[in-house]
Antibody, heavy 116, light 108 residues
Framework: EVQLVESGGGLVKPGGSLRLSCAVSGFIFSSYTINWVRQAPGKGLEWVSSISSGSSYIYYADSVKGRFTISRDNARNSLVLQMNSLRAEDTAVYFC?????????WGQGTLVTVSS | EIVLTQSPGTLSLSPGERATLSCRASQSVTNNYLAWYQQKPGQAPRLLIYGASSRATGIPDRFSGSGSGTDFTLTISRLEPEDFAVYYCQQYGSSPYIFGQGTKLEIK
C-alpha cells in the first residue's frame, strides 16, 4: 500500500523556521517526483514545491521562493521541506503528494501555524 | 502562469441528479494534463481524473472528465450522498502546478 506520512508541523513565530518531513512506503520512492501542497484554513489548495526523482528538477511557487527549500534522500525514502522566514500567511496544512498521472497519492497533512 | 477558473463556486443539487463542473484555463494546458480532485472536510484530496478524461484507479464510472485546451468539465452522472464535497481542477503539465479555486457541491 502506498503511504506518505508528513511530520514536523507545529507553532512557530513569524520569522522563524520549521522543517517538514515526508516519509514514504509502499512504492519505489526514487522513481517518483514528489510535491508539497498546502491548504490554509478554510481555503483552497496551493501547490508549493516539486522535486524530481533524482533531484535534478526543483520548482517552487513564487510565494515561497527564496524562503523554502525542498530536498530528498532516496536512500532513506525521505523528503524534507525546510521553511525559513515564515510568515502568518504560511499558516496551513502541508501535504506531500506523489506525482503520477496527476497527484495520485497524498499524505494526511501536517499543520503549520505561524503566530506570535 | 496558467490561471484556472472553476465555476460555479457552489452547486446545490439532490442525490440522483447530474452534476456538471467547469474548469477554464487562461491558456492551453500542456498535453491536456488536467486533473480533478475531490476533497472532504478533514481529509486529503483524492485524485479522480487525470489527463482530462481518464479515471484514476478505483474511481466509480459515474465520474467522467472531458475537454481539451482551455475548457474542461467534470461530470458526475448520478449523485450519491458521498459525492457532496469540494472539487478542484489542477494543471500538472508545467510548473507552477496550479489548482483552481474549487467548486463546493452541496446537498439541496
Amino acid at each position: 500500500e502506498v503511504q506518505l506520512v508528513e511530520s514536523g508541523g507545529g507553532l512557530v513565530k513569524p520569522g522563524g523556521s520549521l522543517r517538514l518531513s515526508c516519509a514514504v512506503s509502499g512504492f519505489i520512492f526514487s522513481s517518483y517526483t514528489i510535491n508539497w501542497v498546502r491548504q490554509a484554513p478554510g481555503k483552497g489548495l496551493e501547490w508549493v514545491s516539486s522535486i524530481s526523482s533524482g533531484s535534478s528538477y526543483i520548482y517552487y511557487a513564487d510565494s515561497v521562493k527564496g524562503r523554502f527549500t525542498i530536498s530528498r534522500d532516496n536512500a532513506r525514502n525521505s523528503l524534507v521541506l525546510q521553511m525559513n522566514s515564515l510568515r502568518a500567511e504560511d499558516t496551513a496544512v502541508y501535504f506531500c503528494a506523489r506525482a503520477f498521472r496527476g497527484f495520485d497519492s497524498w499524505g494526511q497533512g501536517t499543520l503549520v501555524t505561524v503566530s506570535s | 502562469e496558467i490561471v484556472l477558473t472553476q465555476s460555479p463556486g457552489t452547486l446545490s443539487l439532490s442525490p440522483g441528479e447530474r452534476a456538471t463542473l467547469s474548469c477554464r484555463a487562461s491558456q492551453s494546458v500542456t498535453n491536456n494534463y488536467l486533473a480533478w480532485y475531490q476533497q472532504k472536510p478533514g481529509q486529503a484530496p483524492r485524485l479522480l481524473i487525470y489527463g482530462a478524461s481518464s479515471r484514476a484507479t478505483g474511481i466509480p464510472d459515474r465520474f467522467s472528465g472531458s475537454g481539451s485546451g482551455t475548457d474542461f468539465t467534470l461530470t458526475i452522472s448520478r449523485l450519491e450522498p458521498e459525492d457532496f464535497a469540494v472539487y478542484y481542477c489542477q494543471q500538472y503539465g508545467s510548473s507552477p502546478y496550479i489548482f483552481g479555486q474549487g467548486t463546493k457541491l452541496e446537498i439541496k
